[in-house]
């Protein structure tokens, strides 16, 4: 028979499982089918729970005081110690450590490095480094705000027992919490290990790099550990778009990795396409022979194609102006002037990109239903109408967002440039960069030659917003995001 509990009396003699339940599950994973002839206000011990008890608040309360008092209330003492040693250890780290490294990430350093005299000589003392006091800082913070998640789960997790609690229902025990975290939160486990090493790896590089160029670290006068970095706000994008030297170079650079871009893009897109249907045609012969002569540019490593087209084109030595002269026809300044050099590297990524679309558009051709191209023959059409009407557009739904890739690829085609030209050649009007340098390869002189970090930082976040607002543009807008499939 079925006992109401009594509202008057409070429950007593409550027999509560050491452990608890794993924060990274909700509620449902922890409720248990009550067994028969208990009431929905009663503890899977059959005593009656108090209708009145707010176990739900007390614990969020506690735990939000503290970490683990929440679940010392609902008596899980192993999981209450747990949260309770993590809550004292980031105190503790928080207090004697990462507190003062987010002052440093707040200051960049006070003490620059100095000489001292020490008796008769003077020694070097070094100071602050403000580089390496960024690179802790960002890491307790982003210490510091897993800490924050990790206790909002803690509070989740004693509002989550809490509610069990208070409908009667059986608390788990820290037995079952292992087994249901090896179990159904095994997933999670695996991916929290990786996840902290993006964390570190990944994010922090990105966020360092995004934070240089919002301060002075530049050559010469701004390069730890002799000398501090400072805050600078937005001056360095200043700079780059309204001092003369910097904004003649930016735009420059910036309007000539657009065009080199857009036309390597479509020459190398379009070129695919033109080999592959010339192959597939009827009466060709031999067109195994004709895809692997075709494909080879693309199987010899990119970097010895183009060293060797480098020495090829070259206009002393090379082999083709030599040919040329002997045939009385005057030598090509194929690198050395500014708008040949521009017209060789498209020719060339031509020669190296044409391969990649023609296997892609081969693939796409073979997959086009041969009845398509027999009901246009049977209508009248001419070849153009159906290269126009059914392959052009069967190609453009397969491979628009491999197009939309190699474009933001282009963008950022390194290689290319700096090992076919090196940036060359050089242009007086320009603050370290040449004729034929990509914004990438720009950043890469300005790192690595230069020394100017703030500014190499603030035309990667450039080239970020460029490619990434481009890329989620069309996509979203191409057909293929659009339809699940051209055919039904």
Request: aromatic share 14%; glycine share 8%.
């Amino acid at each position: 028979m079925i006992q109401i509990a009594d509202k008057k009396k409070p429950p007593t003699g409550l027999d509560f499982s050491v452990g608890g339940s794993s924060p990274f599950c909700g509620r449902k994973g922890w409720e248990h089918t009550m067994s028969k002839g208990q009431s929905p206000t009663m503890m899977s011990t059959g005593k009656p729970q108090s209708a009145g008890a707010s176990h739900a608040r007390n614990g969020t309360i506690l735990s939000a005081l503290f970490m683990g008092l929440g679940q010392f209330y609902h008596r899980q003492w192993v999981k209450g110690a747990i949260f309770m040693l993590a809550e004292v250890i980031s105190i503790y780290l928080i207090i004697a450590q990462f507190g003062a490294n987010l002052w440093g990430l707040i200051t960049l350093g006070d003490t620059p490095s100095r000489m001292e005299k020490v008796g008769r000589l003077y020694q070097n003392v070094p100071g602050d480094h403000s580089i390496f006091m960024m690179i802790y800082g960002l890491a307790a913070l982003i210490y510091i705000v897993l800490f924050v998640l990790f206790y909002i789960g803690n509070i989740r997790d004693a509002r989550v027992i809490g509610q069990l609690r208070d409908e009667g229902k059986e608390v788990p025990s820290f037995r079952d919490t292992t087994k249901h975290l090896l179990d159904k939160g095994f997933p999670y486990l695996l991916l929290s290990l990786p996840t902290i090493g993006v964390l570190f790896f990944t994010i922090l590089p990105i966020m360092f790099m995004i934070l240089m160029a919002f301060t002075n670290y530049s050559a010469p006068d701004h390069i730890p550990p002799k000398n501090l970095v400072d805050w600078v706000g937005f001056e360095t994008f200043k700079s780059l778009f309204t001092l003369k030297a910097w904004s003649k170079t930016f735009y420059g650079v910036l309007t000539w990795t657009i065009i080199w871009a857009v036309v390597a893009t479509v020459t190398t897109y379009f070129g695919g396409i033109l080999v592959a249907l010339l192959i597939q045609q009827h009466g060709i012969r031999f067109k195994t022979m004709w895809r692997t002569i075709f494909i080879l540019p693309y199987a010899i490593p990119q970097f010895i194609s183009l060293l060797i087209m480098k020495n090829i084109l070259n206009s002393q030595f090379g082999p083709i102006n030599q040919y040329l002269g002997m045939l009385g026809l005057g030598q090509v300044p194929w690198l050395n002037d500014p708008f040949m050099a521009k017209v060789t590297v498209i020719l060339v990524n031509m020669w190296i990109g044409i391969p990649v679309s023609m296997i892609l558009v081969l693939g796409v051709l073979t997959a086009i239903p041969k009845d398509l191209y027999e009901a246009a023959e049977v209508d009248g059409a001419s070849g153009f109408q159906k290269f126009r009407n059914i392959t052009m557009p069967f190609v453009l739904f397969q491979t628009a967002p491999i197009l939309i890739m190699q474009f933001a690829g282009n963008i950022n085609n390194f290689n290319v440039i700096f090992l076919l030209t090196g940036g060359a050649p050089a242009n007086g009007d320009y603050a370290f960069a040449g004729s034929t340098d990509l914004l990438v390869t720009w950043l890469y002189k300005l790192t690595l030659d230069n020394q100017r970090y703030n500014f190499a930082s603030a035309i990667g976040i450039l080239i970020f917003l460029i490619i990434a607002s481009f890329s989620i543009y069309n996509y979203r807008r191409s057909r293929s995001f659009k339809e699940e499939d051209m055919i039904q």
